[in-house]
C-alpha cells in the first residue's frame, strides 16, 4: 500500500477519536444509544473514504492491465465494449455514505447497453 495512503487513513483514524472525544465533552449526559449513533456517524463517514482509497487503488492497477474489447463483452448479447473513458460512478454504502469513484464506462456498439465493468 502506498505510504500517502496509510498516512491519510491515520488520520481519518485520528478525525474520529478526537471528533468523538470533543463531542463526549460536549454532551456528558449522552445515553449509550446516543453515543452509539455519533459513533456510527463518524465510523461511517470513515468506512466511506477507506471504502473508497482502497477500492481506487485497485481499480488504477486493474486499468492498465485491461484490455477493452478483449476482456470485457456486453453481459447482454456478448459483443466488445467500448471505451468511453473514465465516469463519475457513485454507490451508496452504510450509513448513506456515497462514495464517488472514476471508472471506465463500457458502452456496447450492438445494442447499445452502457455499464461499468465490474470490480
Ligand atoms: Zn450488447
Known sequence: MRDDLEARWHEEA???ISGMKE???QHPKATFREIEQALDERLG???ARLLRDAAMASAAAELASTEWG???RCPQCGAELEDRGLQERRLTT???QVVCLE???GVCPACGAGFFPPG
Open 45 to 47: 463517514k470513515m468506512r
Open 94 to 96: 452504510h450509513h448513506d
Open 70 to 72: 478483449e476482456r470485457l
Open 23 to 25: 463531542w463526549r465533552l
Open 103 to 105: 471508472r471506465h464506462y
Open 14 to 16: 485520528e478525525e474520529v
